[in-house]
């Protein structure tokens, strides 16, 4: 399939929202080439003219989150009479929770943006994310919900941030061939410790993009695929002594990795309660 088209997306607010609903959608379709046409903070009638000369001019599929009941009806009414197709994302879920809860929505633009506890809860995760990346901090580890453990390059420090960005205050500690484990990462009782590895040619090959990047061309027993074996078997290993359990990140995505570690604490809490 080889297709060329625009896409167009009007939002009241930052544009997160749809943006990310459309690079989904959108990853389910290959050979598919895309321009993107973003437009924010529309919250005039002026605002939605200029966006539909330019939707008019470069026709397309046309996304968007409007909250004023107004300008969505004017879009939907205006794509309706040049035979676009124009979808509103929200709808379907705000109708399906005004039906639940018996409750009318506010018609307030970007209020998932507002400065509430869970807001502050994230970024309180950040800084302790920061603070607490590749085994440093370690006196207070305990503050910790989740511990990532793994060899170097098994993705710890992305999928760390993911997961604060949704709130969870993560920590890791990189294992290092010869090096033996930090005292507190044995003793701490709180936090989920969680074991990531890799497969050892995936592992010699993201150290050697990593090296390259660095200028660095020299073979070493970070990227001979014998050490990396006699690691990952020593590393798995650790992980079963432990009883940790474990995630394959050989090819899971940050996101895929993060939504794995947020499952076993959900897991665990079940458990705890």
Sequence with gaps: MSSDFHVHLVSDATGETLNSIAKAALAQFEGVSVEEHSYVLVRSRKQLDRAVEQILAQRGLVFFTLVNPELRKDLVSRCATANL????????PISMMRQFLGAAETHRPGAQHDLDQRYLQ??????????????????????AQVILVGASRTSKTPTCVYLAIRGVRAA??????????????????????????????????????????MGEVRDTDYVDIESVRNEVSATRKLFEQQDWPVIDVSRRSVEETAAAVINLLNERRERQA
């Excluded at 009782?189 to 040619?201: E, Q, T, Y």
């Design 122 to 143: 994230r970024i309180e995760a950040l800084n302790f994310t920061i603070q607490h990346d590749d085994g440093q901090a370690l006196d207070t580890i305990d503050g």
């Design 85 to 92: 197709p124009c979808l509103d994302v929200m709808e379907g």
């Design 172 to 213: 890791n500690i990189p294992l290092v061939p010869g090096l033996v484990l930090p005292a507190p990462l044995l003793v701490t009782k709180g936090p989920l410790i969680v074991g990531l590895w890799a497969s050892p040619d995936r592992l010699v090959q993201v150290r050697r993009n990593r090296l390259n990047t």
